[in-house]
């Protein structure tokens, strides 16, 4: 489709664009930054000198339009739609199961297709590359990769260590022994349409011709506040550069972009030469090359490994070392648009590649109207030497990176948090230059990056180690040297202080080592080797394809074939997910009169709230009112919980005040407008500790116990204490939190539309809030863009603080919140602090255990009180411990408050029993699983709370989990390499599970279904459950196929609303397959039985004959089932759960799943950077109604597992301001953090009492990621001891790369300078 937009303005986005303007609604909000990829576009331009197409991925979100004159963008409507044809990309994503909730996908599409249009049969490698920038939080990436997998031709299938079999045929081929078969196919490749890439859409030739025009003008465009010129001569450049030389030379905008959203930068004039010919230019000569400022990165990339390919290797010292750091530096889509210029001018302190420059000597070719000149990319110009800078009226031409020598070694190091797509938090670009033929230093460079405002050059280090060989006395001169000169403050900004200190000399070590190996491959005689212990310490962590097998249980030969259960059907919006039909709150089309709201929020944890000054915001244009307190009808405070503060502010991120504005612009600029004066107020409690100091909680104590634990902690051979935090976690779901609340009928009604996961929860809210009564409040829901948790309570505040707003103005209100107001306004997971004692026998028997668990609720309820009471029930995991106390008890603190996460507290308390279980095994000499297999649950037994179970499924995952992962085989490999590798350790850990479905009271194991059958014989399936990415509304379909015994594509579920399901408990607790699926059961069964006698009359007749052409309408036989549907009433052995903690008893919950999980890592002790290099999961699926669906679930929550337990860290200040807003200061996995090799296995076992014998696994997963914590420690440990340290030791959650390194203790860490912690406020803390 061609636009013409006479009024481009340079503030507008194309993300905003595309959305707003065009209406092209399937690509996605998830950052704004460039972080996430879901606005992930393909951008096409032409190249009038070689006459070729480029086609690149961007982000939209930092697309001005107006940079786009001249491009071709398409958008995931234009790849494919369910209207037309649907491309082969989307239909692989989504047959491979690679979608869920769906809000990733089109952006997943734009990436590989992207890739496809230049690569038709791309290698597996390029697929990851393209991915990598890509943020999904459901799946746990494998089927997506998967899906761009079956687009290479090399094979997909999994031919481990080369030997062309599949590793796992052995194991599945031997269980078809077994009773039940096991299949290892969730899709039919078949089934996909081939890809032909001559079918692509064309360039358009109206574009070509307009690139090849000579006569092309200069382009100005003006907007609200700001203009936008494009020049399209390099002298025109220079012209506007001397006349507006503040104005910021916009190229990739990739950091000019991020600057004026998050950062409030203002620039009233643009200039925008990206595609000048004098900056797209490679010259490569004996001595060096020179790449034009034009370059993007990716092309920097190109242009270097050609340079690499041609010349020797020698020479291409630095070229490879930025080629490395190129591979793993942002995004692909970040990486195509920013560009070399840019990156050189920024010059952030985390810059990847700036570091190496100067350390290769590499200088900048400078131009303005006074003419050309060059000056030295050095340490001098990146820590902004006003001598060494360009000047404002100057632009960059072009780069020069000379080659190197055979004496002249370069190289670059980085340590992020993620292995891509993360900043680093401290990298290198080192170089020395030798006396010919000797090792002694005749120049020394060395910058890093990360460890202060801008990256540093340790010049006078370098300048005193001029002239000393190149052995370990100048290496540890050097490590003090440059420890002295690069001096991190206590209270520095990014904190990690202590381990930025240890990873300045750990990356100088890593130099060293590879230094002494370059001088040996010179000259081997007179240059000794590193020792060969040493030498995996120069081996970087792989970024591997991952490989694996998902097995399940087939599908009994003799069911018919039209009945769906147990088949991995395909998710039912699965498509439409993938071609960005998929309509989320957000995509809703305008409403007439709507108006959009920003938040003001609070900026102190607890304070009075003296003045609300709103006058500036109110003069603003487009802004029609702020709301307040004053504005709430109703309640604003209801149970507990506020919706806008009033008089106080009891968290930092709390709304005071909401600006309606006709636009998202106007209202969030005028939100910064808004004044208020606080004055605060004693006590502020931000952490768990202080919680405990001023005696403030949320609820009373919950304990469980058995046996005597005083008398018992006498008679054991020996007893440890210890402590575990185990810190929250976002949720990050991709679509944040949105509303879209529309007044009706004079104000006496209110529709809302929204993603949650319980539409009753927000009804009762905004009644309260509105105060009207619930019948006149409708809560729409189709589909939310992922919610674990975070939409079960959350919704029902934000939706209030929005009904309140559209009230007032009587105007629809549409309120998206901004990823980095979801992040401080939501919170998540509780932070937990563990206290336990523990007496065992020798034999790692464990005889007693006294466990105290403390949450960091936050400054209101929600559901804390309910997170204890199942972290105290279910603490004791899969272990029989006779005697056992444990005690939790929720903490009020002056933070957001924080709320349900899949796994509700299980995943936080079961590290601290794993902790304890791996510190016995410690004492007793033996291995952690050796103690977990002693104390184990092995026959029918009651829980701590005299809760009667059978643990069978529990040991069959667990025996098969240590067999099929060939656990102890592997062991003893890892030990074996431990022996032989100084810097890298392995470990493995197995960690089983028992784990709860359902909650402790029976009101919430209830459902509804309404089932109309229409006289076509099509069928409406509707029930109380929320489809939030998990399929739930697929299995709804299949289990009424199989219940009406017609085929799938008769029945459809279209939304999940309170006025056709009324008082819906909420989607949770891995329960919504359960209950909404026996009420939908039901209902179809009622209906079956309604057709009965029909049905009777022709009995060989079809769905067809009894429903359409037969006249049950007629007999009056309705044709609708509408039932409230109580389980107990409905299953003989129901879901009758009660609690009585009073007598610490109870039937809480009415079935357990079972599982077992082992990983194994590499840790490098030089970085603390991990890698997983696989996983075995065994989950109990009992029945698996969807074994693709449950797959799905079981991969992505221990993906997610996975990042809680090692990656994911949420960072306070002491003040409880929130630091981590955003994927750049928050990392959750991406597709390189996930396991090399992935297995998965539903196990078999029987659950008479739950639908067809299934079980919920929606969270269960989560837990299983601990695997990877506990192989950490493994690793860990083994480090500790080849250093000698014995000392017990604790790895806190997250154990994080800082983590492992400070753990990893050894001469680097005992180098670096201390610092006294009573003499400096730290930039963050810890609040669990
Ligand atoms: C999500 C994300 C992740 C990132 N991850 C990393 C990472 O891991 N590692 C890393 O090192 N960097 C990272 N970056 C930063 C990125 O490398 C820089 O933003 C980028 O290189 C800037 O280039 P640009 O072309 O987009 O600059 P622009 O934003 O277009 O311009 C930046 C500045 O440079 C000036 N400028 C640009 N070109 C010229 C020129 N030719 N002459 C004179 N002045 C010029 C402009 O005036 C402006 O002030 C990331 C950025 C984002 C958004
Ligand atoms: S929304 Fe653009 S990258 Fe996240
Ligand atoms: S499917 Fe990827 S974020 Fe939900």
């Known amino acids: 489709m061609q636009v013409i937009e006479k009024n481009a303005d340079p503030e507008e986005n194309l993300l905003l664009y595309v959305r707003k303007s065009l209406y092209l609604t399937g690509t996605k909000y998830g950052c704004g930054g460039g972080g996430c990829g879901a606005c992930t576009v393909m951008i096409s331009r032409y190249n009038p000198k070689t006459k070729k197409i480029l086609h690149y991925p961007a982000t939209a979100c930092l697309v001005p339009i107006c940079s786009l004159h001249g491009a071709a963008v398409t958008t995931v409507e234009g790849v494919g739609s369910i209207k037309t044809r649907i491309h082969p990309v989307q239909e692989r994503l989504a047959k491979c199961h690679g979608t869920q909730c769906g809000f990733c996908s089109p952006g997943m599409v734009m990436s590989i297709y992207t890739l496809l249009r230049n690569h038709p049969e791309p290698t597996p490698d390029q697929i990851m590359i393209a991915l990598g920038g890509n943020l999904c939080r459901c799946t746990g990436y494998r089927p997506i990769i998967e899906s761009g997998k079956t687009f290479c031709v090399e094979s997909t299938v999994c031919q481990m260590k080369g030997s062309g079999k599949c590793c796992m045929d052995q194991e ?95 620039y009233p004039i643009f200039i925008s030469p990206r595609w000048i010919p004098e900056l797209h230019f490679v010259d490569t000569t004996d001595n060096g090359v020179t790449i034009g400022a034009g370059h993007s990165l990716a092309q920097l990339n190109d242009d270097l490994l050609l340079v690499v390919s041609e010349q020797p290797k020698e020479k291409t010292k630095t070229y490879r070392a930025l080629l490395k750091h190129l591979r793993t530096l942002a995004g692909a889509q970040i990486r195509n648009m920013a560009t070399l210029g840019g990156h050189v001018v920024t010059r952030p302190n985390y810059s990847d590649l700036n570091p190496i420059l100067a350390a290769g000597n590499a200088s900048i070719n400078l131009k303005s109207k006074e003419g050309e000149r060059q000056i ?81 050059s340790a010049t006078e280090s370098c300048e005193q180690l001029i002239g000393r060989p190149w052995d370990d006395h100048m290496l540890s001169d050097a490590c003090r040297l440059v420890l002295n000169e690069i001096h991190i403050p206590p209270d520095a900004k990014g904190g990690m202080v202590e381990y930025r200190r240890t990873l300045i000399i750990s990356l100088l070590f890593k130099f060293y080592l590879k230094v002494k190996r370059g001088l040996n ?162 006590p502020r409690i931000i952490t768990i500790e202080q919680a405990l100091e001023h005696n403030s909680f949320l609820s009373v104590e919950k304990k469980i116990e058995q046996g005597n634990v005083e008398q018992a902690f006498k008679y054991v051979d020996q007893i440890i204490e210890g402590e575990v935090h185990v810190e929250g976690q976002e949720h990050f779901y991709m679509e944040t939190q949105t509303i879209l609340a529309i007044p009706k009928e004079g104000d006496k009604e209110m529709e809302l539309h929204l993603g949650t996961q319980h539409t009753t929860h927000v009804q009762e809210f905004v009644a309260a809030g509105l105060k009207i009564p619930r019948n006149r409040i409708t809560c729409h829901m189709k589909r939310a863009g992922g919610a674990f948790g975070g939409k079960v309570t959350k919704p029902a505040v934000l939706g209030t603080v929005c009904a309140v707003a559209a009230k007032k103005t009587s105007r629809p209100i549409r309120f998206v919140l901004e990823r980095g107001d979801d992040m401080l306004i939501t919170a998540g997971r509780h932070p937990l602090l563990g206290k336990y004692k523990i007496g065992f026998m020798n034999n790692g028997v464990i005889k007693a255990a006294d466990v105290e668990y403390y949450v960091n609720g936050g400054c209101t309820p929600d559901e804390s009180e309910m997170v204890v009471e199942f972290i105290v029930l279910k603490s004791e995991n899969a272990y029989y411990i006779p005697n056992f106390r444990c005690r939790g008890r929720p903490c009020k603190t002056n933070l957001p408050s924080n709320t349900a996460f899949r796994g509700f507290g299980f995943p936080q308390a079961t590290v601290v029993v794993e902790t304890y279980i791996a510190a016995v095994a410690a004492q007793c000499n033996l291995l952690p699983e050796e103690v977990k297999e002693i104390n184990m649950y092995k026959r029918i037994s009651k829980t701590a709370h005299k809760e009667t ?202 079935y357990y799943v079972y599982g077992a999980t082992c990983s194994e890592v590499e840790i490098d002790c030089l970085t603390g950077a991990h890698k997983l290099r696989r996983t075995d999961i065994f989950m109990d699926a009992a029945f698996s109604i969807n074994p693709a669906l449950d797959i799905g679930q079981v991969e992505g929550a221990f993906i997610q597992g996975m990042g809680l337990y090692t990656i994911e860290e949420l960072k306070y200040s002491p003040e409880g301001v929130l630091y981590s807003r955003g994927p750049d200061d928050y990392k959750i996995p991406t597709v390189t953090e996930i ?54 030791f604790t790895l806190n959650s997250p154990v994080t790369h800082e983590a492992i390194r400070m753990n990893c203790a050894d001469q680097f860490t005992d180098m670096i300078p201390r610092d006294d912690p009573s003499t400096f406020v730290p930039w963050s803390i810890r609040v669990s």
């Open 949 to 1150: 179970f059978d643990p069978e499924p529990l040991r069959r995952c667990w025996k098969d989990c240590l067999e099929k992962s060939s656990f102890y085989a592997r062991k003893q490999a890892a030990e074996e390499f431990n022996k032989k590798n100084s810097w890298k350790k392995r470990g493995l850990a197995v960690v089983p599970m028992k784990f709860t479905i359902g909650l402790p009271v029976t009101y919430y194991h209830q459902a509804a279904a309404l089932v109309h059958i229409y006289l076509d014989g099509s069928v409406l399936v509707i029930h109380g459950g929320c489809e939030l990415g998990q399929g739930l509304y697929t299995k709804m379909i299949q289990v009424a196929s199989r219940e009406l015994n017609i085929p799938q594509s008769y029945i459809y579920t279209s939304e999940t609303s309170t006025e056709t399901v009324p008082n819906a408990v909420f989607t949770a607790g891995s329960m919504g397959t359960d209950i909404n699926g026996k009420a939908v059961q039901n209902a179809c069964q009622i209906l079956m039985a309604r057709l009965q006698h029909i049905i009777r009359k022709n009995p060989e007749g079809k769905w067809e004959d009894w429903v359409i052409y037969c006249p049950c309408f007629w007999q009056s036989i309705a044709l609708t089932t509408h039932l409230f549907f109580y389980l107990l009433i409905f299953l003989l052995r129901g879901y009758q759960t009660n609690m009585d903690w009073e007598k610490g008893e109870g039937h809480a919950f009415p």
């Open 172 to 266: 599945a081929s031997s269980s078809v022994n077994k009773p039940e078969k096991i299949c290892t196919k969730l899709y039919n490749e078949d089934e996909f349409q081939p890809y032909d890439p001559s079918q692509e859409p064309i360039f358009p030739p109206e574009l070509i011709r307009m690139a090849e025009d000579p006569n092309q003008r200069r382009l100005t465009f003006h907007g609200e506040r700001t203009t936008w010129i494009l020049p399209v001569t390099l002298d025109d450049v220079l012209e506007l550069k001397a006349n507006f030389p503040e104005a910021p030379v916009i190229m990739g905008n990739t950091a000019v972009g991020p600057s004026i959203k998050f950062k409030n930068a203002f």
């Open 376 to 456: 030295p990319l050095n340490g001098s110009f990146l820590e902004r030497d006003p001598e060494a800078n360009l000047k404002p009226e100057e632009i960059v031409l072009s780069v020069y990176i000379p080659s190197t020598t055979q004496w002249n070694f370069v190289a670059g190091f980085r340590q992020a948090q993620c292995q891509e797509n993360d900043f680093a938090i401290v990298n290198a670009g080192m170089s020395v230059e030798f006396e010919e033929g000797t090792n002694t230093i005749k120049d020394l460079k060395m910058l890093y990056g990360g460890v202060a405002p801008t990256v540093i």
């Open 521 to 682: 491959k010179i000259n081997p005689q007179k240059f000794p080797d590193i020792p060969e212990e040493f030498l995996s310490a120069l081996k970087e962590f792989p970024i591997a394809t991952p490989q694996g097998l998902q097995m399940f249980e087939c599908v009994d030969p003799r069911q018919p074939p039209q009945d769906p259960i147990g088949h991995p059907v395909m998710h039912q919006s699965a498509i439409k997910h993938a071609t960005g039909e998929a309509v989320y709150c957000d995509d809703i089309a305008p409403i007439a009169r709507e108006l959009f709201l920003a938040p003001v929020t609070s900026t102190r944890a607890h304070a009075k709230i003296l003045l609300i000054d709103t006058s500036e915001a109110l003069a603003l244009p487009g802004v029609v009112d702020v709301i307040t307190a004053e504005d709430v009808p109703g309640d604003n405070h209801y149970l507990g919980e506020v919706f806008y503060a009033q008089n106080e502010v009891i968290c930092v991120g709390q709304i005071v005040c909401t600006v309606a504005a006709d636009t998202y612009a106007h209202a969030r600029e005028a939100a910064k407008k808004v004044k208020i004066a606080y004055e605060d107020i004693d």
């Open 1235 to 1288: 396991p090399e090799e992935i297995y998965v296995t539903l196990v078999r076992s029987r659950n008479p009492i739950a639908i067809y014998s299934s079980k919920g696994l929606g969270e269960a997963g989560m837990f299983m990621g601990s695997s990877v914590l506990f192989a950490i420690n493994d690793a860990v440990s083994a480090a500790r001891k080849a250093k000698g340290l014995t000392s017990t």
